[in-house]
């Protein structure tokens, strides 16, 4: 009997085929809106990953060359000990580099800029290739001259100081001859982000230049590379062991440039998210054309079950249809997928220096196809669901209410599961679960809500007071009427426009944000390395250059957080809020009081004479993420010695003015005698560009080893990052406006059967086109408006959370992204729906009447 059951179901499945693919022969008609949703969303996945996978293999591939060796070993504020130099020798060739801002002047002294000054040795680089205009070998372009060294320099440098190749420039107590164009620095990305451009030196040069001093913020780097055969990460926990007390920072080659990577991630994340918000808003046209095209077949359904097939049969049928199709929309955005690398390469190293080989990724397009498959399945099974039990009856009667008829739990659980499996894979692949889960809880929250907005517009319509106007009074009724357009129209131009408006919105706040609001709350300069024997006469230069500025200083040392409450912070999970506390480096200091700028939460100050073990000051806020309490303990490494400090308190502080704020404050006993430099801050009455450069000039000549950095030349790097971030983030926006468009075009499309017996019926009547017109349009109009209202309100809403909550900045509302939102809704809704509608309104009334 088994045996029997199963060739039945295998034959059944054979005639379902057969079925299936006899239809197709009639060609993609209704179904074109339903590819471009599913090639739109597969490719926007693909290309996303596979532009990623690419750019991580590169990075990868030339990992050596990116960290400058097969291991390096970073310390700060200190070079290596004979010890450590010792050993570092014995592992293989190294090659020392130094990094450190400083101001670059002219030899008049009349202007100066600031500078990333990068010392090298003989050896550097170990890997990769140092290109220059001329083409010299390095050593003989930063030899020593008649008068000093020479120099190479980006060409920004030059471009800031208005000076040419051969010309000579002041950098500290030595004259640099600037002997060429720096074109490429093969370990650029493994430095970190940059705000000045670079120089680059020798190393004797640098011992000219009278920059290292007690205290001064040098970054010291010991790049190896090793004999074939070594094991790099086993020498790195060698290494740490060896010296628990060096503070080394030790980075392998396959950690060459982290904060790069892990851009990448999150950033590709971000995409992956807003591409299958796409596929999943592209989900809705799916189901509409699904919806349409079994609605077309109303009649070879109703032969069918005339004829006896079952209602799983019919099913089968059309579920093969669909997922063909849907397999050709999934092929066609693996192509995108594909070609996206291959396109993007030479874009991508204009801005990255790492070679892009674009090659075929697999993985991401395995990925992309589970997303569309997925999408596609559990989209279609609602209309298919409907479409089973309806009997052949109402399927004959083209007016029949095959909407009415309840869908089986099974379908609608199948269609539930499907979509727990495309959240779980979005979640399995975000590097962040926190952010994947949010945005997709926001997308699911967003259908809900948007369904309830459907109703209750359909409400509001139905308890409308009956007007006069006829055209008005039709709309009305279209909007609630059973069939009515209200909840596709919604739902497919709700989900984009409310992503619009929220990054439309956050774009806005950071750019007024950094451009105007920091601006105007942050001091006008920083200076840098100011040593502890100078503070007195800087203080003096600085009434003397600025009389009645506010001058701000507090000592300054670098130290990087090993150990919280005796464990180990390379060894612990890091959370993903806070954790950069404990990634690099963190400037700390010392007071005896409670700093400007910050307040008590938790915890008590240690006395002015306190004498103690070393006690700590830690940010409130990171410290919770952190979840540490008063009485833990952190060891922090300071010039190769490990201080370990008991938390004391807590401190809120005010980080949105950019003054000076420190994570971490101890009490003044914890480093005592340890040579350190100050940091100060400066706020000039007289802000404009003359009174600045007075200001700069007079330091820069005075204080040759001081760096000053001008707070809008810093702000100005930072706005444009973030240009570079708002326009990958428009572009993912109008991939999910477009996907919505398209919806909508479908969902229009999809009720053209039901407007052509409403036309014909109403032309009966009497009704003339243009009353018709006028009807269609205002009901359009008001589903646009009312959609586009709630656009605005959804995505005012989201950009409050994301900017005061998550940045913690000042939220603004932008009355021209809402104005224009209801603007685009009304042109898309209206626009869309009479060109769609036009076609039916010349419809012949017989051959409709014939078959209602």
């Known amino acids: 009997m088994e045996r029997q059951d199963a060739l039945g179901r295998k034959a059944r499945l054979r005639l379902a085929l057969r079925f299936a693919l006899r239809e197709m022969r009639g060609g993609l008609s209704g179904f074109y809106i339903f590819l471009a949703c599913i090639t739109l969303g597969v490719g926007a996945i693909a290309a996303v990953n596979s532009v990623a996978g690419m750019m991580s293999e590169g990075i990868a591939r030339e990992g050596k060359a990116i960290l400058g060796g097969d291991l390096r070993f970073a310390l700060v504020q200190r070079q290596a000990t004979p010890e450590e130099l010792r050993y570092l020798n014995s592992l293989g060739e190294v090659s020392e580099t130094q990094s450190l801002r400083s101001m670059v002047r002219l030899s008049d002294g009349s202007d100066q800029a600031l500078a990333e000054v990068k010392p090298v040795d003989g050896s550097y680089p170990l890997y990769g290739r140092v290109e220059t205009t001329p083409e010299q070998p390095l050593s003989e372009l930063l030899a020593k001259t008649s008068d000093g060294y020479g120099a190479v320099a980006v060409e920004g440098l030059y471009d800031r100081l208005g000076v040419n190749p051969g010309d000579k420039v002041r950098l500290g107590d030595l004259t640099l001859t600037l002997t060429g164009v720096l074109d490429r620095e093969p370990d650029l990305l493994s430095e970190g982000l940059a705000f000045a451009p670079r120089l680059m030196i020798s190393e004797d040069a640098l011992s000219a230049t009278g920059l290292v001093q007690p205290g001064s913020l040098i970054a010291y780097n010991y790049k190896v590379k090793l004999p074939p055969g070594r094991d790099a990460e ?104 594909i070609i996206a690398p291959f396109v993007t390469a ?20 395995l990925v992309a196809a589970l997303f569309g498959i997925l999408t596609s399945l559990a989209f279609a099974l609602i209309p298919l669901g409907r479409t089973r039990d309806v009997p052949a009856t109402a399927l004959f009667r083209e007016a029949g209410g095959g909407g009415k008829v309840p869908m089986r739990w099974f379908y609608l659980g199948a269609a ?30 967003a259908f809900v809500i948007l369904r309830v907005v459907a109703t209750g517009i359909a409400a509001l319509a139905r308890r409308a007071p009956r007007v006069r106007s006829t055209p008005l009074r039709l709309a009305i009724g279209n909007i609630h009427r059973p069939g009515a357009l209200t909840p596709s129209v919604v739902l497919s131009l709700g989900l984009g426009l409310t992503l619009l408006v929220t990054l439309a919105i956050i774009d806005y706040d950071l750019r007024r944000e950094v451009g105007t609001g920091l601006a105007n709350r942050a001091p006008d300069f920083f200076f840098i390395d100011i040593q502890s024997g100078q503070i007195d006469p800087f203080r003096e230069k600085v009434e003397e250059l600025a009389p009645g500025s506010t001058l701000d200083a507090a000592p300054m ?149 001081v760096t000053t950095v001008r707070v809008k030349e810093a702000l100005d790097a930072v706005n444009a990052l973030i240009a570079q971030l708002a326009l990958a983030i428009r572009v993912a926006a109008g991939v999910a406006l477009v996907s919505s ?111 209602l």
Not at 759 to 781: C, H, I
């Open 557 to 705: 040392l670098r130290g990087r957080i090993t150990r919280l409450n005796g464990q180990e912070v390379a060894k612990m999970k890091i959370p993903a809020e806070g954790g950069w506390v404990l990634r690099g480096d963190r400037g700390i200091t010392y007071s005896p009081t409670v700093p400007e700028n910050s307040s008590l939460t938790e915890g008590e100050w240690w006395p002015k004479d306190y004498s103690g073990e070393p006690l700590v000051s830690f940010a409130a806020e990171e410290g919770g993420e952190l979840g540490l309490k008063i009485g833990d303990t952190l060891t922090v490494n300071v010039l190769g010695r490990n201080v370990t400090a008991k938390i004391a308190n807590f401190r809120r502080i005010e980080w949105e003015n950019l003054g000076i704020n420190f994570v971490m404050v101890f009490s003044p006993n914890a480093f005592a005698g340890a040579p350190h430099a100050w940091l100060a801050t400066l706020s000039i009455q007289n802000d404009d560009e003359a009174a600045e450069k007075s200001v700069v000039n007079g330091i820069t000549n005075a204080f040759p080893a």
């Open 416 to 445: 539930v599961v499907l979509a727990l499996m495309m959240s779980g894979l979005a979640v399995a692949m975000a590097s962040d679960k926190r952010v994947a889960l949010i945005f997709l809880g926001g997308t699911a929250a």
């Open 741 to 851: 468009v398209l919806v909508l075009a479908g969902a229009l499309a999809a009720g053209n059967r039901g407007r052509m017996h409403d036309a014909v019926v109403l032309k009966t009547l009497g009704a003339t086109r243009v009353t018709l017109v006028q009807a269609f349009a205002t009901e359009y109009m008001m589903l646009g408006l009312a959609t586009g209202v709630f656009a605005v309100a959804a995505g005012a809403a989201a950009s409050w959370f994301v900017v005061d909550t998550i940045m913690a900045l000042p939220w603004v509302f932008d009355w021209t992204v809402a104005l224009t939102t209801l603007i685009v809704s009304l042109v898309l809704t209206v626009g869309f729906g009479l060109a769609g509608t036009w076609r039916i309104l010349g419809q012949k009334a017989a051959p409709v009447l014939r078959n």
């Open 346 to 365: 030479r874009f991508l190293e204009s801005i990255i220096p790492v070679a892009a080989d674009a090659s075929f990724y697999p993985g991401a397009l």
């Open 234 to 337: 086993a020498i790195a926990t060698e290494a740490n062991e060896r010296f628990p007390q060096s503070g080394f920072r030790v980075r392998t080659a396959k950690d060459a440039s982290p904060s790069l990577q892990n851009n990448i991630e999150r950033f590709s994340q971000f995409l992956t998210l807003v591409g299958l918000t796409a596929l999943i808003v592209g989900g809705v046209g799916v189901a509409n054309a699904v919806r349409a095209y079994l609605d077309s077949k109303r009649n070879v359904i109703a032969t069918f079950k005339s004829l006896g097939a079952s209602g799983r049969f019919v099913v089968a049928v059309y579920l093969i249809q669909i997922m063909a199709l849907a397999s050709v929309g999934i092929v066609l955005g693996l192509v995108l997928g």
